[in-house]
């Protein structure tokens, strides 16, 4: 669970699929469905370049 206080930059090279701000930053930058974005996590992991790759983004 993210530290609400913590003022970090968000990592980028992973898909947090229990993070609705951070599903709804990945639905909208690579233009697809939650269910789109669940289906390319549930088959290559959590990583954003692996999840990009599948989709031939």
Not at 7 to 24: G, L, Y
């Amino acid at each position: 669970m993210d530290h609400l206080t913590k003022r970090e930059q968000p990592d980028r090279s992973k898909i947090n699929m229990h993070e609705a701000w951070e599903v709804k930053y990945w639905t909208h930058a690579l233009g697809i469905s939650r269910e789109e974005l669940q289906q390319a996590v549930d088959k290559v992991g959590n990583s954003a370049a692996a999840v990009r790759k599948e989709l031939a983004l």
